[in-house]
C-alpha cells in the first residue's frame, strides 16, 4: 500500500483512529494513536510525528530526546482489537533534525541486514520462519520485596492440579506429555485456533497450531517462511494477537522460555536459508542436500553461536532453559533431522526449495529484528571466511558421555556469559553498519544494569531449602 492508498483508505472506510506501532531495543511494541484527520495528506509520510524518545527502553537520554517516527504504509492493516475500526502501521524511526535512520532502531537494523546480504553479491533474500512456543494460562501471580518473594501459575490444565479439590474432571496432560493429544486432555484447541483466524486476519500465513511438549497449556502456532523484516513484523503481530485473544478469555499467554521446573521450556526454532534470483542457495549435493554455502553459512552461526546467544537469548530466564540434560540443544553441532543437535537439516521433502537450516537454541523472548539480523550476519561471515562447520553429530546427544562430547563447544550458560561473548566477538556485527558499536554497547550496559545485577542481588527462594538451616 502506498501513502496515497492508505489516505484514500481512510476516507473511503471512515477509519477515524491511526495507531502507530514501533518496537523498542529491548523487543517490546510501543504505540500511540493519531485522529485519520492527521492523515488527511500524504505529506505525512514524508514529515513524520515526533515523539519523546528519552522515555524509551535503551534509547535516547533526556537532552536529545526528539525522535520521529516514520509510519510505513506497506503494514497497514486493520488492528483486530480495537472497538472502534483502527488501521495500524509500523513505524521506523529517525532523527529529526539530521534525517538519518535511528540506529538503535530495531527495524532499521533489520532494514540494514537485508541491504547488507545483497550488497555483498551472495544472495537477494534471506527467509526466516519461527516456531515460537508459548504458555496458555488462567493466571499468573508474583511479586518480589526486600523480605519476600513468589510466583504462582494457575493452570486449569496444570498436571499439579490433579488433586485439587471441588470440581475435577481430570484430564490433564502430565509433565512432558503434552505432545499432540486430543481433547479434553488438549482444552486449548478453540483458543489457538481463534488465534490463528485473528493471524490470517492481518495477513499472516499460518502453516499449524498444536498443543506443545509442556504441562499447563503450553503451544506453538507456526508461521509461513517470510523474508527478515516481514517476518520481523509478523512476529511482533503474532505476539499482540496471542496476548490479546488470551485477554479475550480472561486467560493470559507467557513467552518465558522456563516458566515451569522440571518441564519443558518454551524455545524458538529459527529456519533459515539465502536465496538469488528466485533460486535456493542451500540446496546442494553435500551432507543432508546442502550445498558448500550452506555449510558454511552453518559454520558462521555456530562459530559466532555465544555471542549471538546475548540477542537470540537475551534473559536470565532463559538459561533456565539451555542446561544439559534438558531439551534444549547447547552442544554446538549440526545434524540432519536430528533434534538435539544447535542447528539441524530438516528433511521432510527433497525438493530444492525446501533445502534450509533450523537454528534450535533461541527463545521468543528475542527481538526478532535483531535476532534474526544478527543470525544472518553470522552466516554470512561463515560464507564470507569459507568457515568449516566440522563434522556433523549424527548420534542423539543428549545420551551421549562427557568424554565423547569433548572438544564440543557449548553455549553459555548465562545471560552474563552470553553478554561477555558479545563483548568479545561482534566485529561480525558491525559490517556494512548493520549493528553499531553503540547499539551493542547500550545493549550490554542495560541488560548487566536492569537484568544481570539484579538478579545477583536478590536471594532466591530455593535457596532458602538449601541454607536456611546451614
Known sequence: MTPKEVVELLKKKEIPIVDLKFM??????????????????????????????????????????????????????????????????????????????????????????????????IGDTAYFGPEPEFFILNGIRYDTNQHSSFYYIESAEGIWNSGREGQNLGYKPRYKEGYFPVAPNDSLQDIRTEMVREMERVGIRVEKQHHEVATAGQAEIDMRFLPLLKMGDALSWYKYICRNVAIRHAMTVTFMPKPIFADNGSGMHVHQSLWKGGKPLFAGSGYAGLSELGLHYIAGILHHAPALAAFTNPGTNSYRRLVPGFEAPINLAYSSRNRSAAVRIPMYSPSPSSRRIEVRFPDPTCNPYLGFAAMLMAGLDGIQRRLDPGQPLDKDIYALTPAELEG????????????????????????????????????????????????RLRPHPYEFALYFDA
Not at 492523515?39 to 535503551?58: K, L, N, Q, Y
Not at 482489537?81 to 535512520?101: G, K, Q, S, W, Y
Not at 568479545?424 to 545493549?443: P, S
Request: charged share 25%; with cysteine; net charge negative.
Open 24 to 121: 523498542d531495543l529491548l523487543g517490546q511494541w510501543q504505540h500511540f494513536s493519531a485522529p485519520a484527520s492527521e492523515f488527511r495528506e500524504e505529506a505525512v509520510f514524508e514529515e513524520g510525528i515526533g515523539f519523546d524518545g528519552s522515555s524509551i527502553r535503551g534509547w535516547q537520554s533526556i537532552e536529545a530526546s526528539d525522535m520521529l517516527v516514520m509510519p510505513d504504509p506497506e503494514t497497514a492493516v486493520l488492528d483486530p482489537f480495537t472497538r472502534e475500526p483502527t488501521l495500524t502501521m509500523l513505524c521506523n524511526i529517525v532523527d529529526p533534525i539530521t534525517r538519518a535512520d535511528y540506529t538503535r532502531d530495531p527495524r532499521n537494523v533489520a532494514r540494514k541486514a537485508e541491504a547488507y546480504l545483497k550488497s555483498t553479491g
Open 408 to 455: 564440543v563447544p557449548t553455549m553459555p550458560a548465562s545471560l552474563e556469559d552470553a553478554l561477555e561473548m558479545l563483548k568479545g566477538d561482534h566485529d561480525f556485527l558491525l559490517q556494512g553498519d548493520v549493528f553499531t558499536e553503540d547499539l551493542i554497547e547500550t545493549w550490554i550496559d542495560y541488560k548487566m544494569s536492569r537484568e544481570v545485577s539484579p538478579m
